[in-house]
Each structure stands twice: as structure tokens, then as C-alpha cells.
């Protein structure tokens, strides 16, 4: 192109910005329209989207990309079938826009409330999964957002194939194309520009490798929703039911380990430790998972000795960090001082000690008698994520619609004046 | 000092981040006793306080500060009292932190809702009037955060005094001193430690002019909560009650010119300009406040001509642009444009006109029938503001002590597993 990617940015930007003020005031009904029928361009584009995933998948072996990001770019049958599910599934879920909640009578006579909208413009930038071109667009256009999505550019054909028949949805539900635009350049100056222009862009969600969210929250001159690690502790308390508390922390670990809400830390009360650890222990090992451990864990079980670096570190793996603690006071501090704020349960049976946990762990999703890897937005109800959120301001953990919104106030009032009686 | 501001500035950080999960878990209670001792240490520091404001006023005369800063920074008697009846409203203010909503089942089985938390350590820069030491101070006490305070070097005596008081009340209340920080140093590399350190500060309130904002917000490593112009519009549409009209009108603009919330544009509907706009302009030239009309405003009014510029200038002063507009599409189209998305008010009796302004208008409070004056934290029964927000994230329009928590989800179960029939 002769335009600069700058200049190729900036018109996105204004056409976005021009869009979301249409899809911003679309009604419910417009937008499911919009969803449906991407969903059934989908459907009728299998073939087209194999062959430009063809496309990808032959520069990514020429390229020499690795099996794990070859097998993450396919667009296999099933995937093709989740993403129509998942447009059918956003277009069935309540729109939140336009929710007005609590209008109250102020003293002045005035009438103060608030008002639900969508946040206007996001920037989505992610690596090389296709599919979470249909996810965030799904969810950006329900919310009433306009989006610029900027995925991988070892998945560019296939992103420019979905591309098609998102556009398709919108034309046939008679909303601007400009509601969903994929940048078609490749060039890497593209996301230092969409990150570096508020007056277009209202928030920017990153999606993928720590490397990546680092970089854009550094360089982002619009506000970021962004996921960094999720180091997740499961506390078996000193009141623990230890059987159920066995069967959580199995869970937590191994119901997939690759997860950002699988457990990376055992705490263990030491007044339960001596009764919990062996049998806990067993399980892991037969099940493979390598345990690294405090010197107090293992005075009690087999472990490899656990560094301070292990209590920092998210596995995404079969190993798991064992530590017995003093007590819920150090079972807090610890998660406090180490973890990320992301996931943390409590195994006990003992009132107290839930309530204190629950309100002093500074975490996203905190949990009783529960194993960590329920935290998920569609476990949590809302329907589809666009991610889970490590912050603390705007969306915290799972990061649905309504996390793509925000709140307004209305002030309705019949001539009243300030600093006067009434009229 | 011998050690280095940012060393210094690390402390101080750390010291706030150990005293943030000691007031986080506080009582209301306590809470509120150290409210109200600090209320009493006020009233009964009263020389002191006088003394110290004495020595920033002198050294602000010597250093030639212009007369509207010292008055500013003037600690009258007054004001000592506006801080302690400050201090007691913010004691009653019901506790935000704690409240649980929303919990429900899912279908496998877990309980899920969210529960209202401290953001953690929250920096305050600020300039010259001392008095937001208390008013900042006391909301992110109340709502359990601890504050790292950084005001002027002008009233770095006024608030080492004031910050005093407050030590005195976290003492008799028995929390631990750096609940409230006051920065020591007046050397201007603390401002830029502050805001550089995410691992011990959660998030910067600036308060203060443009200047002093834009370059927080752009420097910043930090979430900043930030407030910037205040352009806000009337738009006296078709079926206005012309009568009502001219009284909102009125009182947005003159209530107080120096308030983000006045009016700096009003717009008229062409169908009501002839009729409207002679007597208002009237009433506006007899109060003093110079007009500056676009071409369709000065064939009806005297006006000087309007510059593309005024519709962008945030006058605070008794000046006020006035255009007329072709009907609701192009009033919207013009607040959107030229506007700070802060508060925009339209004037109107036709339920669909004002339902789609209300809808289409992207500010943080839309308004029907009312002056945009009306735009504060009291007036919409927050009980007391830290700022009115202009972005869109966490917190929209004035922020009480709800925009200095936020939420995060409590799961609760009893033993239930991911991708496993219930046990």
C-alpha cells in the first residue's frame, strides 16, 4: 500500500469511531440479526475457510513455526463449528445496553441514575488462534462496541476469510461494515499505533503470551483490560474436610493444566499437614504431576525442595509447589505476597476463617470449598469471555458483556435549578 | 535526607501496601473512630494550623505566587471548619466495603457474586488548596484504602499539619500511621516515583489543572483516574418549554462560571432560535456574560463571531458560545465532536427526543431538564466526591467512594469439580 501504516491506522480509527456511534445506538434485535447471519456465513464459507487456513497453515510450516502454534492456527471442522456455536450462543445472550438502574429523587427534586452503553471503540490484539477473531467480535458487537481486531500475522488469510463473513452478518442486518475491521496489514507498527490513539480507541484487550500484554500495557496510550499470570493457590485450611479437600486440590491442579485458573501452590495448614499430605501426595504422583516442596512438606512426603522462584512461577504444567503454613494468617500473607491476584481457594468448614479469607485475599475470584479452575465466565454465568482480567480497575476476573460496557449517570429533572428553591 | 527520593518514595509504598491490608480488614467502626478523632484533632489544632498555613503564605508571597493561588491556599477559619464538618459527613456515609451481591447458583453447583473491596493504595497529587488533604484522606479511609498524599510545595507546612491531625485520630483508633501518607519532600522526582510504581500503588487520583494531569496521565505506570476539561452544552431542542428553557440555561452558565459543570455552549434548535434566543440573550448581556454566536445566532442576536475554536474552549468564565443547530442529529453530532464527554443537558418535552439523547449523547452524565451545574458528587447523593471522572473505564462522572473500590467474585461451594458430576 502507499499509504503509511499510520496513516492506514488513523483511518481505521475515524471509521471505527464513525461506527460505533451506529452500532452504539442499534436496537437488541438488529444486532442478534447481525450475529445469526455471520454464524450462517460460516457455515456456507467451510470450504473458503479451509483453503485460506490452507494458506497459513503451508507459510507457517515453510516458516518453521512450531507444532504447538501449527496446531493452535487450524481451522479444523470442529473449530469452524465451535465458532458458529459461539455466535449463536452471544446472539441468545441479554443485551446490556441501555439497562437504567437506580433512579432515585434527590433533595433538589432532581432525578439521579444510571445508565448502561458500550464503551465506544476496542482494540483487540491477540496472537495466532483464528477464533478469537469470532469471539471478541461476537462480543464487541453485542455489547454495541465497534472493534479493530489485529491477530496474528501468520493467521492473516484465515482472520481475512472469518473477515468475510463477519461483514456478510453486517450487511445483511444493514449495520456498517466499519463495526468490525481486521487490519490487513502485517506490519508491527500497526499495533503500536492502535495502542497510541485515544481519541479513536477506547481500550485496548490483549490476548496472549505474557510477552505480548507486557509490551502493549508499557507503550499503551489508552487503557488496557489485560491478563498477566495466574498463579493460583488452593489453602487446606486447619477446619478442612480433608477428603473433600483431596478431592478440590486434584481437581484445581489437573483438570487442565494449561489453564490461567489451575493451581500452581498447595498450602497446607500444619495442623493438618502430617494427616493430609500422603495420601494428597500419592495421587499426584500416580497421576504424574511433580511436586516441589517446603522443607516442613517434606519432612512428611517425597518432593523436590521448592525454590523461592517456585512460588512466583506459573507452571502451566504437571508440577505443583507444596507449602505447609503456620496458620490462615500465612496462608493470606503468602498468597498476598506471592500470587497474582487471579484465583485462590479456601478448603475449611469453619465459618470464620471463610469469611476472613474470602475478604482479605487481594485476588479476582476468591473461593471456598472449591477447586480454582472454575474460574471461567461461562462457570461464572456470563455467557462467553473476552479473557480474565488481573487488574483491579474496570473488569475484574472473567471479563463478559458487560465488561464491555460501562455506566453512565442520567439526571432527570422538570426545571429545577441549582442553589435555588425549586420552580 | 541522605537517602534518594526514589528510595524514599519506595518506602513509603511499601509502608502503604502493609497498611493497606490492616485498613482493608478494618471495622467500620474503627473506621469511623479515626474519622472523628481526626475531626477533633482539627478543631483542637487550630493555632497550629494557622501558624503553618502562615509560613506557606509568607513563603508564598516572597516567592511572588499570584493572589488567586494564595487564596487558595489560605487555611481561614471557615475552611478549618468546612475540613471538620467534612470529616464528620464522610464518618456517616454508609461503608461501601464488604457489600455482597448477586450470588446465585450455576448449574454445576457453585455460588457466584461479587463482593465490594478497597482498591488497596491509592496516590493523590494535588495542588495548592490543602483542604483536599482531608477530603482525600478521609474517602480513601473510609472506603479502606490506604493514600500516599503528594499536594503542593507551596502548603507542604499547611499539610504537614493537617496530616498530623490525621495521625492522631489513626492512633486513637489504633491503626497503624501509614494508613495516610503525607510526601515529605517537595523535590518534583517524587511525583514521578509515585506514579511508577505499580507494585505498591494501585491507582493515582491527580487533581489539579490540565497541565498537571495530562502529564500524569501520560507518564504514569499506574491506572489513573483523571478528570480533564469540562465543555458542556445545553441543547434547547424543538419542543422545548422556551420559558424553562432560559431558566436552565441561565443557571448552568451563571450558577458558577469556575465549575467544571457550567455551560461553555448552548445549542439552539433552528425551529426555536427566533423565539427563543432575543430574551435569553437579554438575560444573559444584563448579568455580564459576553455571547459568541455562529452565523445563524448573529442574524437573530448581537454576538461576536464564534471561532471553530470556541467550540472546543473551556471558557470558566462569563463567556458563552452559542450556536444553532438543524435539529437533535446535528446537536448530538456537535456534543460528541466538540465536547469533553462530561455532562450535556438537553432542554425538551418530546419523550422520543430526549430518550434518544439521553441514549446517543456519549457523556459521563446525560441530562433532561436540568442545568449541567447540577454535575457533583453532592448533588447526586454520593454524600462526597474526590473528583468528577472524565474517562470511561471504572469510574464515569463524579467519584464517590464506590469509584475507590471495586469487585471481585466470591465462588463458594462444597466440593463440587470442574467437568465432573457433582460429588
Redesign the interface.
Known sequence: MTESVLDYMTRLGRAAREAS?VI??AGTAQKNRALLAAANALDAARAELAAANEQDLTAGRANGLEPALLERLELTPARIDGMITGLRQVAALPDPV?AIRDM?F?P?G?Q?GK?R?P??VIGIIYESRPNVTIDAASLCLKSGNATILRGGSEAIHSNRAIAACIQRGLAEAGLPPAVVQVVETTDRAAVGALIAMPEHV??IVPRGGRGLIERIS?DA?V?V?KHLDGICHVYVGEHA?LA?AE??AF?AKT?RYGICGAMETLLVDQSVAQDFLPSMAARFREKGVELRGCERTRAIIDAVAATEDDWSTEYLAPILSVRVVDGLDQAIEHI?RYGSHHTD?IVSEHLADTR?F???V??????????T???DGF???LGAEIGIST????A???VGLEGLT???????????????AT?
Do not use: W
Not at 406 to 420: A, F, N, P, T
Open positions: 456511534r452504539g445506538r441501555g432515585s434527590r433538589s432532581i439521579v445508565m452503553v464503551l465506544g477506547d481500550v508499557r496510550r487503557p483490560i474436610d473433600k478431592r478440590i481437581n483438570y498476598n481457594s476472613r474470602v475478604a482479605e487481594d485476588s479476582a475470584s476468591v473461593m471456598i470449598n472449591t477447586p479452575c472454575f474460574a462457570e461464572y454465568g487488574d483491579k480497575l474496570h475484574r476476573g472473567p460501562c455506566e453512565k449517570y442520567i439526571v432527570v429533572g422538570d426545571g429545577q435549578l441549582r442553589g435555588q420552580v
